[in-house]
């Protein structure tokens, strides 16, 4: 990743910026201000040329989640959606840590039997996963067309 919060577009991306940027109701600007990456990046990132960094991709899903739920966010609680084990529970910093509302961002846990380390590997897990689909506002096409 660049320090501008791009990456080339051979790396991948699972998310629509511009779809979850419009359902923020934000400018490029005022996205980029927030997240704090150049106006450019925004646009290079809506236009295709480049991808979202990992950096851009969670702060823009997170500003997702927060506008959805704001001060509800942690009555969400991903071990009781998935139904962990006191076993699993016992294994998982995220339970450990009571911050079961942004287990997709967070490492360290281990959900359904994987340890998700990487951005890459909760990508995978978690973009289809009932529990963060539900944090999601109803619409936003949060997966591009080709993930
Ligand atoms: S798969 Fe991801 S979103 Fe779902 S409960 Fe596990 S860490 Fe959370």
């Given at each position: 990743?660049?320090?501008?919060?791009?990456?080339?577009?051979?790396?991948?991306?699972?998310?629509?910026?511009?779809?979850?940027?419009?359902?923020?109701?934000?400018?490029?600007?005022?996205?980029?201000?927030?997240i704090?990456?150049s106006?450019?990046?925004?646009?290079?990132?809506?236009?295709g040329?480049?991808n979202?960094?990992?950096?851009?991709?969670?702060?823009?899903?997170?500003?997702?989640?927060a506008?959805?739920?704001?001060?509800?966010?942690?009555?969400?609680?991903?071990w009781?959606?998935?139904?962990?084990?006191?076993?699993?529970?016992?294994?998982?910093?995220?339970?450990?840590?009571?911050?079961?509302?942004?287990?997709w961002?967070?490492s360290?846990?281990?959900?359904?039997?994987?340890?998700?380390?990487?951005?890459?590997?909760?990508?995978?897990?978690?973009?289809?996963?009932?529990?963060?689909?539900?944090?999601?506002?109803?619409?936003?096409?949060?997966?591009?067309?080709?993930?």
């Amino acid at each position: 990743m660049t320090d501008r919060g791009c990456e080339t577009v051979n790396s991948g991306t699972f998310i629509d910026l511009k779809a979850i940027r419009k359902k923020l109701d934000l400018s490029q600007a005022e996205l980029a201000t927030l997240i704090g990456v150049s106006e450019r990046t925004v646009q290079s990132c809506e236009q295709g040329w480049r991808n979202p960094g990992q950096a851009v991709e969670k702060a823009a899903i997170l500003l997702l989640v927060a506008k959805w739920h704001g001060a509800e966010m942690e009555k969400h609680r991903c071990w009781e959606s998935i139904g962990c084990t006191d076993e699993e529970r016992s294994n998982c910093l995220v339970f450990q840590s009571h911050q079961g509302h942004v287990c997709w961002l967070l490492s360290g846990n281990q959900c359904r039997g994987r340890d998700l380390k990487t951005w890459v590997d909760k990508k995978e897990a978690c973009f289809d996963c009932p529990f963060f689909l539900e944090l999601l506002p109803d619409g936003v096409p949060i997966l591009t067309p080709d993930a």
